[in-house]
């Protein structure tokens, strides 16, 4: 990894130093790579850890990959701000979506953003008796009417980078006795989360949280939110080694009632990638992306471009140069083409070298 990683960074240079090494020691891109809004890349910890997970099943004496689900679960909980009691460990925000949606009464209407990512919202229109209405994300909050049974929204917008007024969101939907869901898919890993603000929230782990493919969370309330747990499986018991033949006789009293069968080679390397997070801090992440993404957002300005507004966001948008993705591609640099945008997204592992480099290659 080339390059100079951002000044923005709160605390010490001491701090700094040890963020700087710990990214180092972690990640080696051969590429300049922009497109964390995609795929995150995979720290070493986490790929050692695969590998030994894998190694060891094959011969036959397998690690205690259950505890890497619970140790991932626990460490996405502190993350967020709440008891890991109130997680649930899954693979996709599709399969919650549809949990979700499927403990809405007929007629309930959901209220969502124009252009939000299908996972989130296609498992609403599919029950053809819920009523979906779409507005901008900026009318959100004032679009929450008497009848709103759920309001579901992406905390940024996957499209993109525009952050959703969350505040105000859960302000409306408590005057008029709305639940909200609220996808932080985009979001965990840079932006400060209170998952506690939202009746429930969900997130994949393999874009700003640095995961493999294959995990996902969902937060419910303390009393579980009146979900049924439709898919439940023998995870989903309360003792679930004892849950395996037969209709389950006791639920888990905690959230893992919506337990997916996990993909626990994916959870092995989840663990070590949530450690590497807490120690790196949201803050002092969150710092260096924001600056990564206002560079660009200065430099583009010089080149007569004007982004999707997003601020306070790491995702920078830019409309018209979407067809150019392919090119920068061949040229090493890794963004991506969202509905004729070009989505460039910032993260911890990118440095000033990383988006000097993309700049220059626009102007040519």
């Known amino acids: 990894m080339d390059g100079e990683f951002s000044g923005a960074h709160?605390?010490?240079?001491?701090?700094?130093?040890?963020?700087?090494s710990l990214v180092r020691a972690e990640f080696a891109p051969k590429n300049t790579y922009l497109n964390t809004a995609s795929t995150g890349l995979l720290p070493a910890r986490t790929v050692a850890a695969m590998r030994v997970a894998v190694e060891s099943a094959a011969a036959g004496d397998p690690t205690d990959m259950f505890g890497d689900v619970e140790a991932s679960r626990t460490a996405y909980a502190r993350l967020v701000g709440v008891p890991d009691?109130?997680?649930?460990?899954?693979?996709?925000?599709a399969v919650y979506s549809g949990l979700i949606a499927a403990s809405l009464p007929?007629?309930?209407?959901?209220?969502t953003a124009e252009g939000d990512f299908s996972s989130l919202v296609n498992p609403?229109?599919?029950?053809?008796?819920?009523k979906v209405r779409s507005v901008p994300l900026e009318r959100l909050a004032e679009a929450v009417r008497p009848g709103t049974a759920l309001v579901a929204v992406s905390a940024a917008q996957s499209a993109d980078g525009r952050i959703a007024d969350l505040a105000a969101i859960g302000e409306a939907a408590r005057q008029y006795g709305a639940r909200t869901y609220v996808d932080a898919s985009q979001a965990t890993g840079w932006l400060d989360f209170d998952a506690d603000a939202h009746d429930y929230s969900v997130s994949v782990g393999f874009k700003w949280l640095f995961c493999p493919r294959g995990v996902a969370f969902l937060v419910v309330p303390a009393d579980l939110g009146g979900l049924t747990p439709l898919f439940a499986g023998w995870v989903a018991g309360e003792r679930p080694w004892d849950a395996c033949y037969g209709p389950i006789d006791e639920l888990a009293h905690s959230a893992r009632r919506f337990d997916e069968s996990p993909a626990l080679f994916s959870y092995a390397g989840a663990r070590r990638s949530l450690e590497l997070l807490a120690e790196l801090g949201v803050d002092t992440i969150r710092a260096h992306d924001l600056?990564?993404?206002?560079?660009?957002?200065?430099?583009l300005a010089a080149l007569g471009h004007t982004p999707v507004p997003s601020p306070g966001s790491p995702i920078v948008s830019v409309p018209e140069l979407g067809h150019r993705q392919g090119e920068l591609s061949g040229a090493g640099i890794e963004v991506s083409d969202r509905a004729g945008n070009l989505r460039t997204a910032f993260h911890l592992y990118n440095t000033t070298d990383d988006v000097d480099r993309l700049l220059d290659a626009l102007s040519s």
């Open 106 to 111: 007929e007629g309930a209407e959901v209220l």
């Open 10 to 20: 709160s605390g010490s240079m001491e701090t700094l130093g040890t963020f700087e």
């Open 85 to 93: 009691s109130r997680v649930a460990a899954g693979a996709s925000v």
């Open 291 to 299: 600056a990564l993404a206002d560079r660009f957002r200065t430099g």
């Open 124 to 130: 609403f229109h599919i029950r053809s008796d819920l």
